[in-house]
C-alpha cells in the first residue's frame, strides 16, 4: 500500500515507511514483520516512522526484547527510525489493570540501537521537521482528555519553512479533528500528521480498497463506528492526515481471526504538487 501526498514545497522525493502497533510479546509471531524489516534492505526508504506501542507491556526486562533490539538495529541502519512512544509502551498489566510504568532502560535501549525517540521534541534535518508528543499511559487510560492533550500540543512547534513539517501522534483522536486543529495556531504549519493507536477501527486494510473512508467499527475506548479511525483525511486546507495500519490487529488474542487481517506494508510518497 502507497499513500501519495502532495505538497506544495520545493524540495525531492522524499520516502518512508510508517509502522505501529505490534504490541510485542516474548510470544508474538515475528514472521510477517520480519519479512517487512527484510524488504526494507531492498527499497531503502528515506525514513522509517514507527507511530508507538512497539510492546504490549513496558515492563518487559532487556532480555525478554533481544529479538526485537535486533531488529530495531537493523532497521536504523537502512535509514532515519523516528518514533514516538504509544500508551502500550508506557503500561504495564497488575491485577487485570493497567497502570503507569515508565520504563527508563527499554527508553535507553532503543535510543542504543539507533532510533530516535522524540517525547515532546522536534527532529530535524535538511529536507524534514518531525515533531513527536508524548502523552503518559494514564493519559490513554483516561480516554486522552481534551485539557491535557491541549497543554501538551502546545508545546509542539514547527517553524514555517519549506521543509517539510510533520507531527508524530500515538493517537489520532484529537489530531484528526479539523475543529480542534484550526483553533490551535501553533498547528498551523503542520503539512502531515500521522497517527496510530485505533487499530483501523478493527477494519481489514484491504477493505478500504473497496469501502473508502475514515470510520472504523470499533475504537480502543469501546465506541461503536468511530470517525478517523483509518486511512488518509485532509485535516486542514494544508495538513494531510495518515492513520496508520496496526501490524497486529489483535495483539495476538484472536489469533482465529488474526489471519483475515494481514499486515501490509506502508509506502508514503511526498513529492512537490
Excluded at 483509518?230 to 496508520?244: H, L, P, V, W, Y
Aim: charged content about 25%.
Amino acid at each position: 500500500m502507497e499513500r501519495i501526498i502532495k505538497i506544495d514545497k520545493k524540495q525531492e522525493n522524499i520516502n518512508a515507511v510508517i509502522y505501529s502497533d505490534l504490541h510485542y510479546t516474548p510470544q508474538t509471531n515475528m514472521n510477517s514483520f520480519i519479512k517487512s524489516v527484510d524488504r526494507l534492505t531492498i527499497n531503502k526508504p528515506d525514513y522509517i516512522f514507527f507511530i508507538g506501542d512497539l510492546v504490549n507491556d513496558s515492563k518487559y526486562t532487556n532480555k525478554k526484547l533481544i529479538e526485537l533490539y535486533k531488529l530495531i538495529y537493523k532497521m536504523a541502519k537502512i535509514s532515519k527510525l523516528i518514533m514516538v512512544l504509544g500508551n502500550h509502551d508506557q503500561l504495564t498489566k497488575t491485577n487485570g489493570q493497567w497502570k503507569e510504568y515508565y520504563n527508563e532502560q527499554y527508553v535507553q535501549e532503543l535510543k542504543n540501537n539507533g532510533a530516535i525517540i522524540l517525547q515532546n521534541e522536534l527532529y530535524t534535518d535538511n529536507n524534514i521537521n518531525v515533531f513527536g508528543t508524548h502523552f503518559s499511559g494514564n493519559y490513554y487510560e483516561e480516554k486522552e482528555p481534551i485539557d491535557e492533550f491541549i497543554d501538551i500540543i502546545k508545546k509542539v512547534n514547527l517553524p514555517k519553512t519549506n521543509k517539510i513539517n510533520i507531527l508524530i501522534e500515538h493517537s489520532p483522536k484529537h489530531t484528526f479533528n479539523t475543529e480542534t486543529i484550526n483553533g490551535l495556531d501553533n498547528l498551523k504549519n503542520i503539512d502531515i500528521t500521522l497517527g496510530a493507536h485505533y487499530h483501523n477501527g478493527c477494519i481489514p486494510w484491504y477493505i478500504s480498497e473497496i469501502l473508502p473512508g475514515n470510520f472504523g467499527i470499533i475504537d480502543p475506548y469501546l465506541k461503536l463506528f468511530p470517525q478517523n479511525a483509518r486511512g488518509t483525511k485532509q485535516i486542514t486546507d494544508n495538513n494531510f492526515g495518515i492513520i496508520s495500519s496496526p501490524i497486529n490487529t489483535f495483539n495476538n488474542n484472536l489469533k482465529f481471526i488474526e489471519p483475515f487481517y494481514p499486515q501490509v506494508d506502508q509506502k508514503l510518497l511526498i513529492r512537490k504538487k
